[in-house]
């Protein structure tokens, strides 16, 4: 075994081992949920769509407010700590980063949607082009 296919071996176990953590991460501060439990939810809860601003506009779920993840410093304050969280985006991978934050600052009731807005089947406000 040469020198760079070792290297490329160590790359892809750290590559697996750092998504294998985040997913083990995102099991502990959050639930991933279906389309069903995500629409039971939607009244009781705060629907939160970190998607950017344009993928936003273009369609989101009824009733979602947009904070976008590069922005979410910014809106993450407007959040109620009594009430539950439901984040989407496309198809859940920045979720879990946004889970991990709310965690850390005291958010106990955070859902995420399984397959993010693309698998979505509920009601949505779409643009008027």
């Not at 985040?22 to 639930?31: A, D, E, F, I, T």
């Not at 809860?45 to 922005?71: C, K, N, T």
């Not at 539950?84 to 949607?113: H, T």
Request: proline residues 2%; aromatic residues 14%; hydrophobic residues 40%.
């Amino acid at each position: 075994m040469t020198a760079l296919t070792i290297v490329l071996w160590l790359i892809l176990a750290w590559i697996i081992g750092v998504q294998l953590y985040n997913w083990l991460v995102g099991r502990k501060v959050s639930k991933v949920v279906e389309n069903e439990e995500f629409k039971a939810g939607l009244r009781k809860g705060q629907v939160v769509d970190i998607r950017e601003s344009a993928d936003f506009e273009a369609g989101h779920i009824l009733g979602a407010r947009s904070m976008p993840y590069s922005q979410f410093a910014l809106y993450e304050n407007a959040l109620r700590k009594d009430k539950p969280v439901y984040l989407y985006d496309q198809n859940r991978s920045l979720c879990v980063r946004i889970a991990k934050r709310l965690y850390k600052k005291g958010f106990n009731e955070i859902y995420i949607l399984k397959g993010g807005y693309a698998k979505w089947d509920g009601k949505t406000k779409k643009a008027k082009y």
